[in-house]
């Protein structure tokens, strides 16, 4: 391949990948950034100038590089870069949540057990958010920090936990919030329920884990096919081209 038809190749597939990262958070199940709220601390107008910068420096390295695109190759080239551009921040911001969102949940079955632990002690919801905003690290003390911050500002507790639960998309926590509020109207057994919960998270994740080793094996079998098996064969034919005279000296 050429280096314009590389340029090209790599426009295209940079605008696809683009794109697919940044539609990828409107799909059923997905982490869903939300236009009027962004996570990480980035509100949609600096999105969107991001978004425009990077569409605009993008088109700049496309008007660059379409001369040396042979024929219609430079009309992708041209598209390519400013659609990759346009959709990189976006694609970059929705990796970085999708992150957060995986450690979140990675930190909530141990948060559980210690919120367990408080509210069979007699201490209520508040006090074991406190202990959490405290004592945690990471992004879900950080909403345990921020929900903190709510109640000490005088929010009610059920206002403070429906924005945690607005914050963090997911049924995880919408389920320890369901089961906060079910505490406090009805008294039904807290601890109990937050146990259930961490051990129900704790198996899930196990049965994650245990699919993505599964899916890992013949991802490692084809490199092994692809890749170390003719290497190995180069090796050996390199090795009877090199003694040839040898082995045939008797023929």
Known sequence: MSGAGLLAAI????????????LRDRLPGIVEIPLAKLPLGISSPALLIAKLAGAFT???VGIAAAPAAPGRLSILVLAGFPIAGFFAPEAVLARRA??????????????????????GSGRGPAAGIEQLARAGEGPLAEEMRLTLAELSCG???????????????GSELATLVAAIERSRRFGSPL??????????LR???????????????PKIQLVVALILVPSVLLMIAAGLIANAGTLLAGF
Do not use: F
């Open 98 to 119: 999708r992150r957060r969102q995986r450690r979140l949940l990675a930190a909530l079955p141990d948060a559980l057990d210690l919120l367990a632990v408080s509210a």
């Open 203 to 217: 198996t899930a994740s196990r049965r994650t884990t245990e699919e993505h080793a599964a899916r890992a094996a």
């Open 155 to 169: 929010m009610p507790m059920s206002e403070a936990l429906e924005s945690l639960r607005r914050r963090v998309p």
């Open 11 to 22: 426009a295209v597939l940079l605008g696809a990948a683009g794109a697919r990262e940044a």
């Open 58 to 60: 993008a088109a700049l």
């Open 191 to 200: 601890a109990d329920q937050l146990r259930r919960q961490a051990a129900s």
